[in-house]
């Protein structure tokens, strides 16, 4: 069974910094694409960044490039999102996803785990 369980979300100030954890199971992170996604209500998903377990390539939504870096850890079972330069617009619930492709579009992601909220703070 697929389990991508993710943590770390709290209030922040703006301009601090963050560190989610989606830890994984059930897979062959070998051959996986994992991304995070955002999303608060009456918004659409949004999806912030992506990282392929095959060959390690990421990619990240306009919104964040420069300031959010995703990344597995040495055991490759738990992808971060190391979040930085943080602003109100980034105060969200963030859910981790896995899916075959490497892709920033939800479709395309078929599991995924509870989110964890992140609130920026001036």
């Known amino acids: 069974e697929v389990q991508l369980q993710a943590s770390g979300g709290g209030k922040v100030q703006t301009g601090g910094s963050l560190r989610l954890s989606c830890e994984a199971s059930g897979f062959t992170f070998d051959d996986a694409a994992i991304a995070w996604f955002r999303q608060i209500p009456g918004k659409e998903r949004e999806g912030v960044a992506c990282?392929?377990?095959?060959?390690?390539?990421?990619f990240y939504g306009n919104a964040v490039k420069g300031r959010f870096a995703i990344s597995p850890d040495d055991a490759r079972t738990t992808v971060y999102l190391q979040m930085c330069r943080l602003t109100i617009e980034d105060s969200a619930t963030y859910y981790c996803?896995?899916?075959?492709?490497?892709?920033?579009?939800?479709?395309?992601?078929?599991?995924w785990g509870r989110g964890t909220l992140v609130t920026v703070s001036s």
């Open positions: 990282f392929s377990t095959r060959d390690g390539a990421t």
């Open positions: 996803a896995a899916g075959r492709l490497q892709s920033l579009s939800a479709s395309l992601h078929n599991f």
